[in-house]
C-alpha cells in the first residue's frame, strides 16, 4: 500500500516534530530579545525605585542601600552612577568609576547631542523623573541600555547594561537546538516508525480478517493487541463474523429447505398427475365391464336366469374391487396426509400375528399353501395396533397372490434388543432388481396381468410406506433365490 496508515502516521508524526523545532527557532530569533529587553527595563524600573529611596547622601551611605545596589548590579549585569546636583560621584565610592559613564550623565544633564563617542541612541520611554535609551557603540560594536534621569532628592543618575549576551542567547540557543533536531529527528524516526507499526499491526490484522471474512471464512478470529479501540474495534469483527456465519448457515438450512420443499412440490406434483393418471386407467377397466355388463342386462342379450345371474355378478365383483381400491385410496391419504392419528399401546404381537394367520387359513388351503410362524411365545411391542394388523395383513395378501414352487410361506418373528423384527417369506420368482426400489410407489406393479389377475391394485405396498414412515419404524424387501422377504420392524420391550 503507497499511502499506508504507517507511512502517513511516521510522515505527519515527523512533520509535526520539525515543525515544532523551526517554530521554536523562529519565536526565539523574533521574540527572545524583546521579551529580553521588556525585562532589562522593568530591571531598570526596579532599580530607579532603590535609588529613589535614597533622600539624602547619608542614605545612600548606609550598608543596607549598599548592599540592594551591589545585589541588582550583580544579577542584572549593571552599572550605576549617582552624582550631586553639581555632578560630583556621590556612588559608587570607589575611586575607579567609569569616566565614559560619567561624561554620558553630564551630557545627558546639559542637553548635548545624543551621539557622543561615536554613539547612536534611541529612547525607548521617557517620563518625568527618567529616561530609557538604547544605545549603540559603533566604536565597540556594542548595544546597551541606559536609564539617565533626576532622583525625588535632587541627585542625577545613570545605570547601564549591555544587551549584546543576549544576541549570544540566541545564537547559541539556535545553535543547540540545530544540534537537537537532527539529535530528536533520528531518534524519533525510529520511535515515530516503532508506534507506528504497533498501532498499525493489529489494522492490518484486521485487514486480513475482513479479507478473509468476505471470503465466507469466519474461522478466523482477532486476537487483542493492546490497543483499546482496535481491541473493541476486533471483538466487534469477531461478533460480526460470528453472527455472519451464523445467518449465512440460517440462509444455507432455509435454501436447503427451500430446495427440498420446491422438490417436493414438484414430486407432489408428478404424484399428483401418476395418481389421476393410475386411477383413471385402473377405474377405466372394471366402469367398461360394469357399463357393457349392464347394457346387457337392459338389452336382455341373454333371458335365461343363469345368464343374468352371471352378469349381475360380475358387476358386483367389479363394484366391489373399485370400492376396495377407494378405500385404499383414502386410508393412504389420511396417513400420508397426517389426519390418520396413531396411538401408541402395548401389546402382544405373536398373538396378532397368529390371528390373521388363522382368518387366512382357509384362503392358503384352497391355494395348497403351507404356512408357518417360528414362535408361539409371547413378544410385547410397543406400536398402534390396528395399523400393525393392516402391514401384516398387506404382506400375507401379498405372499399368498405371489406364491409358486414350494408353495410355502415362512412367517419370522425375531426380537433383538429393543427392536422386533416381522419377516413374511414366500417362495416363488424373485422381484426383479430394476423393480424392487418402485414396489413402494402407488400403482406400480410388476406384473400387471398377475395382479389384474387376482384383483390387485397396487396400492398395498403403498400403505404399508406410509404406515411404517409413520411410526418411525424400518421396513423392507429382500431377494433370496428361491423366493422373496417383506419385512418391518417395531419398538419391542
Known amino acids: 500500500m503507497i499511502h499506508s496508515i504507517k507511512r502517513q502516521i511516521a510522515v505527519m508524526t515527523f512533520a509535526l516534530l520539525l515543525g515544532t523545532l523551526f517554530l521554536f527557532w523562529g519565536i526565539n530569533n523574533i521574540f527572545l530579545e524583546r521579551v529580553y529587553n521588556s525585562s532589562k527595563q522593568q530591571s531598570l524600573q526596579n532599580i530607579f525605585h532603590v535609588m529613589n529611596e535614597a533622600k539624602e547622601i547619608s542614605d545612600i551611605q548606609t550598608d543596607q542601600f549598599q548592599l540592594k545596589m551591589e545585589s541588582f548590579c550583580d544579577n542584572y549585569n549593571m552599572t550605576v552612577m549617582i552624582a ?15 569616566e565614559s559613564l560619567r561624561i554620558r550623565l553630564i551630557s545627558y544633564v546639559y542637553g548635548d547631542s545624543l551621539d557622543v563617542n561615536n554613539r547612536s541612541t534611541t529612547v525607548l520611554k521617557e517620563t518625568d523623573a527618567y529616561r530609557i535609551i538604547r544605545t549603540r557603540d559603533t566604536r565597540l560594536n556594542s548595544d546597551y541600555l541606559e536609564m539617565v534621569g533626576i532622583l525625588d532628592s535632587g541627585n542625577f543618575f545613570i545605570v547601564r547594561t549591555a544587551l549584546e549576551s543576549v544576541r549570544e542567547n540566541v545564537e547559541l540557543t539556535n545553535r543547540f537546538l540545530a544540534f537537537v533536531a537532527v539529535f530528536i529527528s533520528f531518534l524519533s524516526i525510529i520511535c515515530i516508525w516503532y508506534i507506528s507499526e504497533r498501532i498499525t ?28 479501540e482496535i481491541d473493541a474495534l476486533g471483538e466487534h469483527m469477531n461478533e460480526l463474523s460470528y453472527k455472519l456465519e451464523e445467518t ?21 406434483d ?11 386407467h385402473e377405474l377405466k377397466t372394471p366402469i367398461s365391464l360394469i357399463q357393457g355388463y349392464a347394457e346387457g342386462l337392459r338389452e336382455c342379450i341373454n333371458d335365461d336366469p343363469e345368464s343374468r345371474e352371471f352378469y349381475c355378478d360380475v358387476i358386483m365383483d367389479e363394484a366391489k374391487k373399485m370400492n376396495g381400491m377407494v378405500q385404499k385410496l383414502l386410508t393412504l391419504n389420511q396417513i400420508e396426509f397426517g389426519s390418520d392419528q396413531v396411538t401408541m399401546e402395548r401389546f402382544d404381537v405373536t398373538v396378532l400375528v397368529n390371528n390373521i394367520l388363522n382368518s387366512m387359513g382357509v384362503l392358503a388351503e384352497q391355494k395348497g399353501v403351507t404356512v408357518s410362524c417360528n414362535t408361539k411365545q409371547p413378544v410385547y411391542v410397543w406400536s398402534d395396533e390396528f395399523k400393525v394388523e393392516e402391514v401384516f395383513t398387506n404382506y400375507m395378501s401379498n405372499a399368498l397372490n405371489h406364491v409358486a414352487n414350494e408353495n410355502r410361506i415362512d412367517v419370522r418373528i425375531k426380537k433383538k434388543d429393543k427392536t422386533v423384527r416381522i419377516s413374511v417369506f414366500n417362495t416363488g420368482q424373485p422381484i ?17 396381468a398377475r395382479t389384474r389377475e387376482y384383483g390387485g391394485s397396487g396400492i398395498g405396498l403403498s400403505i404399508v410406506k406410509a404406515i411404517m414412515e409413520s411410526l418411525n419404524q424400518q421396513y423392507g424387501v429382500k431377494n433370496y433365490d428361491n423366493g422373496v422377504e417383506f419385512w418391518f420392524t417395531l419398538e419391542g420391550e
Open 84 to 98: 550631586d546636583p553639581a555632578l560630583n560621584v556621590i556612588y559608587p565610592f570607589s575611586n575607579f568609576y567609569d
Open 201 to 228: 499491526r493489529p489494522l492490518n490484522n484486521l485487514i486480513k480478517i475482513s479479507s478473509e471474512m468476505s471470503g465466507l471464512n469466519f474461522n478466523v478470529k482477532y486476537i487483542g493487541g493492546g490497543m483499546e
Open 248 to 268: 449465512i448457515s440460517d440462509l444455507k438450512t432455509a435454501n436447503n429447505e427451500l430446495k427440498r420443499d420446491i422438490e417436493q412440490k414438484i414430486q407432489i
Open 270 to 280: 408428478e404424484m399428483r398427475k401418476d395418481f389421476l393418471s393410475n386411477v383413471s
Open 432 to 448: 426383479p432388481e430394476e423393480d424392487i426400489d418402485k414396489i413402494w410407489i402407488r400403482f406400480y406393479k410388476v406384473d400387471k
